[in-house]
């Protein structure tokens, strides 16, 4: 079997895959009209999948995904890629741990990002998925790469997959595209109920010791071995 052809079965995956999670957004209510997207890195090579820009959900396929390099080039497809390739290929440089990123306008996360205000962590939901507050990055818009600078320097400092970029919107990273979809999932659920409890009154907080202790339990042991 030729490298080549090793390569193109790899990125045909990774288009399935991609193609596929998009179905989650708008399912979990994440999205309108042909906002947001999935990306993925593509194993062991320097390229990424994501969506084409202006596809509506309903008709996204693994063929029209949109292979580029990890500077935001066209490598393979026939739509242009969407206009946030730019700022997740920043991600990939950068973050060689992420192996898939994820954005959207998500409605009660961009209620906090609007407020600039990260989400504090009083639910034991996100002391286990983000490991603390989720971090606001700062104001950024599409031109160069201050989106992905933003998102990446937000992400260093803390232990949460998710960044709410102020005034914009969500960006979740994981070791794969699946696991930044459930952040992103995760991360609305969590803006929603927060915001929730804030109309009641004020959250309480939880401690620093307990937080750390369900983050580690949530990340390692959680779940199906
Ligand atoms: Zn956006």
């Known amino acids: 079997m030729s490298v080549v052809t090793d390569v193109d079965q790899t990125i045909r995956q990774v288009r399935r895959e991609v193609a596929t999670l998009h179905a989650e957004l708008p399912k979990y209510g994440l999205v309108v009209w042909t906002a947001g997207n ?11 999948v994501i969506k084409p820009s202006g596809v509506s959900y ?35 440089r950068h973050l060689p741990q992420v192996g898939g990123v994820v954005h959207t306008h998500s409605p009660y996360a ?8 990260a989400i504090p962590c009083v639910t034991t939901m996100c002391a286990d998925e983000f490991g603390g507050e ?16 933003g998102i990446v320097e937000t992400l ?11 005034n914009h919107g969500v960006f979740t990273v994981g070791p794969n595209a699946k696991s930044a979809v459930k ?17 009641l009154g004020q959250p309480i907080p939880i401690a ?18």
Request: proline share 6%.
């Open 38 to 48: 999935v990306s993925a890195r593509v194993p062991g090579h320097d390229l990424l």
């Open 58 to 92: 309903d008709d996204l396929t693994p063929e029209n995904m949109v292979v580029c390099d990890l500077d935001g080039k066209v490598v393979e497809g026939e739509h242009a890629p969407s206009s946030d390739t730019e700022a997740q290929a920043y991600v990939y």
């Open 110 to 117: 961009v209620a906090w990002a609007a407020r600039g205000e």
């Open 134 to 149: 989720i971090p606001v990055g700062p104001f950024a818009i599409i031109g160069d790469d201050s989106i992905g600078r």
């Open 156 to 166: 260093r400092e803390s232990r949460s997959p998710a960044v709410l970029m102020q």
């Open 183 to 199: 952040a992103a999932v995760m991360c609305e659920d969590v803006a929603r109920s927060v915001h929730l409890s804030r109309q």
């Open 208 to 225: 620093q010791p307990s937080i750390d202790a369900l983050h580690d339990r949530y990340q390692n042991v959680y779940g199906q071995r």
